[in-house]
């Protein structure tokens, strides 16, 4: 009905994985001058493919228009983050040597939020950043940076030039990429021979279990299973040689991987292990992903039950966030300005602004001081205990936090 196919291994794609109607790009922010005009809305609908299981959407917009000068999202923004990031590069460190003599490059390296580590410690690092806005700041703090995409033709290019990485680390950005073979393609020619590749992202399984729906938007074009994955890397010549389990976005894998033949990487014990744990759960066949939409609509009516008694009852709410993922959650949901009075968000360059589709205004946290709401909705729920800790102050007139999945939950 479709004709779509997929995105990797070119077979024709049919089953639904999840329809969540129409929803607007998730970080294009209206500008209050912009209030009475029109916004574009496309389809947000994934499907699963039967042949290699990646879940996936169609492309509706071009990477391009998404990830243009005005991108709003800077990672240093976040005390997690950069957290996370410190921990990463220690670790890296101390288990494979990385020093002075080696070369560190990062696609969608953003602000330098996670480079900055390694320059410290005197590693030589290189920037990928497609977006200029957030690659600026990254330069401006001592980071080199190409605004770049990247792919084969970014990394012969680079290659052409001399570089050559000894690793090279890609955070919560596979899933951004609407042409996947064109962007691992470019890892075996600017790794190194004995060099690795580590690459984050939000686990597939960790998605489906917990009903986090809302990790689902335009900017996303894949979701990855490290079954999906595997494939993927081994089209390309590379293979994975460890995995791990990490906290961020609800839950994420972190694949290590090397040229196919680099015996200096040995298989660990854990990619069987996880091989074998997402089989079972049923990634491996279509019936694994049938009943995640019907489970899905049961978080939105709980939602809407919520939102509706706290109103009836004369009680408050505002939203805590401004992420990506609060456009899929509030469009889907029909949840407007009537329901949730406005968001916060840490970061200055979305202040002022109305969250795409339902119009809800942005403003710094302090409002949240200023108004003293009975319920915060915490719209970035991936780092709830960051924010609860900022936000302590809320309990004190007897304020409560929430978030919205995979049920909704007042936080005492």
Known sequence: MYNLKCRFCDAPIEQTFIDLGTSPIANSYVKPENFMKMEPFFALHAFVCGE????????????????????????????????????????????????????????????GYLLQYFRDRGVKVLGIEPSGSVAEAAEKAGIPSRVRFFGVETAKALKAEG??????????????????????????????????????????????????YDQVYHEHYSYLSFIAVEKIFAAHGMTLFDVEEIAPQGGSLRIFACHTGDETHPVTERVEAMREREIAAGLASPEGY????????????????????????????????????????????????????????????????LLPGTRIPIHPPEKILETKPDYVLIFAWNIKDEIMRNMAGVREWGGKFVVPLPRVEVLD
């Open 163 to 212: 570089f050559t990485a000894d690793l090279m680390l890609g955070n919560n950005v596979m899933a951004h990429v609407p042409d996947l073979n064109d962007f691992i393609g470019g890892f075996p020619i600017l790794v190194g021979p004995r060099g690795i590749v580590t690459i984050e992202f939000p686990h597939l399984l960790r998605t489906i279990e917990d009903l986090y």
């Open 52 to 111: 290699c299981f990646l879940v996936q959407l169609p492309n509706m917009e071009s990477r391009e228009h998404i990830f243009n000068e005005e991108y709003a999202y800077f990672s240093s923004y976040s005390a997690s983050v950069l957290s996370h990031s410190k921990a990463y590069v220690e670790m890296m460190i101390d288990r494979f040597g990385f020093d002075g003599n080696s070369q560190v490059i990062e696609v969608a390296s953003n602000d």
């Open 290 to 353: 049938r009943s995640f939409a019907e489970r899905v609509q049961e978080t939105k009516r709980d939602l809407l039950r919520f939102l509706m008694e706290a109103k009836e009852s004369g009680k408050t709410v505002v939203g805590y966030g401004a992420p990506a993922k609060a456009t899929t959650l509030l469009n889907y949901c029909g949840v407007k300005a009537d329901m949730v009075d406005y968001t916060v968000d840490i970061s200055p360059y979305k202040h002022g602004n």
